[in-house]
């Protein structure tokens, strides 16, 4: 069982940005800091101290305790303790102010990039915002405010904030009245809004950075939001920009907000695709899909388990049927009130259920350690929610598997378009596969761990 927290502590976790909430949250505006998500991005165990940063981040860096280090490259240590190709690529020229373009795979770490190095260079002043942080979900903005909190705990100076819709603006009005931060995260639509009433001053801004930029800028709408904000900025600012899928196409679209880039493109879009998960098909009728995710669900070795759907209608009964067939079960979708869906989610991440039905809500952004199987019940409408939807097993270096059902000629044509993409070759599923190809890592591989960390605390690392 995972720690018993308070609603409250994860509340902000499911908000989306397309959905308004009625509910007026409190807590969406100052983060508590118990309520911190630990392990959010994965730190390298031996390079900080090269990149000279503050004592305090380093000390913060410690606390932080590495729970979900950066994915490796396949050994336990690299597992662990993180691969040093972002961080170590990009943390020293961020550091200096560069204009940086990073794209690569989920759980490589690159929020800690832009968090480190906005958190070194700041220098706040009273009433000023200095760094801008935008991206296109609620539930991304409070996990970035969340790591900027955890990283700034002995930077007390230092005040984050977090901004988005579904919030009454009076509240946010008087947070900036009364307590204006010197970091800002937050959703296009909000910040924009802020910034019009002349309640958030942006002329102070000195870091500008876009997470999951390509789904900013891909959007017209958002697009003109971002740009529209952007030119409230002042011209001589930083500009950073991430995503795990970056496509050529878009590529040139955010070079138009930066100044001569470093460009980092770790993993190419042909190997977005996660280390250490196995990734199968199942070809069926609709019929059908009942009945073999029954059969899967008996036979399977499952922490826990996410079953993704295309409805919120399919999500009830889907979920209603599996109930009945005695599998814990519970589910999550949009046509739920905003303490239903709070309830469920603490109830599955807390490991009380270990079955979650579920639409893209929870598609992205969401992490639950726990997780080790994903089965697509309804194939996903693109080759990107596929990624991010099967994401959510085999986080950070661990095992996972995938199982995608195909019930039609346009299921296949959308698993074409991600083996083509990807180039993964998805093969189906076989009548027996070996538990150990998807399984968490043992009592055994925790144990070599410790023993790890003692050898690197006994050679004088920072672990």
Known sequence: MGDVRDNEAYEEELLDYEEE??????SATKVNGDAVKKGYVGIHSSGFRDFLLKPELLRAIVDSGFEHPSEGNG???AMFFGSPSVQHECIPQAILGMDVICQAKSGMGKTAVFVLSTLQQIEPSPGQVSALILCHTRELAYQICNEFVRFSTYLPDTKVSVFYGG???KIHKELLKNECPHIVVGTPGRVLGLAR???LSLKNVRHFILDECDKMLESLDMRRDVQEIFKMTPHDKQVMMFSATLSK???PVCKKFMQDPMEIYVD?????????LVQHYIKLSEMEKNRKLNDLLDALDFNQVVIFVKSVSRAGELNKLLIECNFPSICIHSGMSQEERLTHYKSFKEGHKRILVATDLVGRGIDIERVNIVINYDMPDSADTYLHRVGRAGRFGTKGLAITFVASASDSEVLNQVQARFEVDIKELPEQIDTSTYSKLSIHCFYELSKISWKFCLLGYVI
């Open 268 to 276: 190419d879009e042909a190997k977005l695709t996660l280390h250490g």
């Open 167 to 169: 919030v009454n603006n």
């Open 75 to 77: 050994s336990l240590a």
């Open 249 to 251: 196409e878009i590529r």
């Open 197 to 199: 009433d002349k309640d």
């Open 21 to 26: 909430d009625e509910k007026l949250l409190d």
